[in-house]
């Protein structure tokens, strides 16, 4: 059943169903029309979106009051037509964000958040944010026009995290890591072309590639990040140009590129006249016990070979769409020539609350206390599936970032499991949407979403649960 037919049969449904009657909880949905709980949500959206039903957090989901006539529906289907227009034309684009909007889906309100790709409100410095864009407003020239690469202060402090000699010069401000990414894959491959990607991989950078008209080549990665010698096999049959990887907490593995890999992936990637777009999303999400970091890539780079990639977004709060690409030579200018043409540059005042929230004595505490609290939510969380279902867990558990990557039986559906987690009341991610080819029996959890501990240890018990429901 598609999400549309979805829509359609709850539709009808819900309209027999008296004004402020509750309807089915999203579990009960998932098992009556065998559906993945992504499916449900979207249509309960659409559903929101039409005046249909309402949705009341801690509650549940409601019919809506009548609304007034409507002006009559008009007859969309010729769209049909035109959108696939392009159809068999080289090269062909796929505009697929399932696998982003599966992580973007908020949970239903009964169902205990493992989904989730940024931290629970109660786990961000909304205070020091509140300051920081109230300070901001009334800087001088705050809403004015930007330079088109980035205030220079702001410009100044990425490059400064990111070391090894870069300046600001080299630093281009980004509406986040999302838009970064979009910019640099765009930027450094033409229409048609293969780009190598980790295997598996962030499913946001397939979606970017495949919209793009790229083709996306997997190369393995284990627990120590990216096989270089897959890489350099990979460029020599694809013929590729540009390779995108997450060296530092991997998403979905957590896994940290290792020390004696760093040289020779860009050894590989030299050889092959090729970039290596560095995705450094969450080098501020180490936790309290982590050891010392690798520097980024970008930073033992003095030929221009690696773009960085890096984001406030995942630190701070979901609505500070502030990043940074850090590239040298040709390859900056045509990225900034990019970025100019899709968006002008990013508002002004966004980048002056960036300013104020990192340059602010809050954002060191703040980070102190987030890593504390990762490393909490990950020990505890790994201890309560040891207890109940240890045979999901890694051999290893991450030192950063907020996911565990966990195995299935290879009986297992992914899928089939994500529903039966759902119907016990949490919500997880299956592992194909991380895959381009055959996927394994994985699924990825959150512990950054949840609520607090306790939710964390009973989604454990959850977990385990819906394992048994399947035999």
Known sequence: MTVQELTDALRSTVLRYSPGERIPSSRELVERYRVSPVSVSRAIRELVAEGVVVSRPGAGV???????AAVPQGDFSWQEVALSAEAGAPPARVVDAA???????????EVIDLNSGYPHPSLLPERALAGALSRAGRRPGAWGRPPVEGLPE????????????VTAAEVLVTAGGQSALTTALRSLAPPGAPVLVESPTYPGVLAIARAAGLRPVPVPVDEDGVRPE????????????????????????????????RRAVLDAAKRAGAFVVEDDFSRLLAHADAPELPAPLA??????????????????????RVGALVARGPA??????????DSFFVPRPLQEAALELVSSPEWPRHLRLLARELADRRQLFAAALAR????????RLPYGGFHLWLSLPASLDPVGFTAAALRHGVSISPGAAYFTAEPAPRIRVSFCGAENHTQLTDAAGRLAAALASLG
């Open 99 to 109: 696998g982003v909007l599966s992580a973007l889906a908020p949970a239903p309100p």
């Open 230 to 261: 897959r890489l350099a096999e990979a460029f020599a049959v694809s013929g590729a140009r540009l390779f995108v990887c997450q060296p530092l907490f991997h998403n979905p593995t957590g896994a940290v590129l290792g020390a004696g890999r």
């Open 299 to 320: 930073a033992d780079d003095p030929d221009g070979t690696v773009v960085h990639v890096r984001s406030l977004t995942k630190a701070a709060s979901p609505s500070l």
């Open 154 to 165: 702001l410009r100044g402090w990425f490059a400064r995290e990111v070391g090894g000699g």
């Open 62 to 68: 409601f019919r809506a009051e009548p609304r007034p």
């Open 388 to 395: 109940r279902v240890p045979g999901l867990l890694p051999a």
């Open 332 to 341: 900056l200018a045509r990225l900034r020539a990019v970025q100019t043409v």
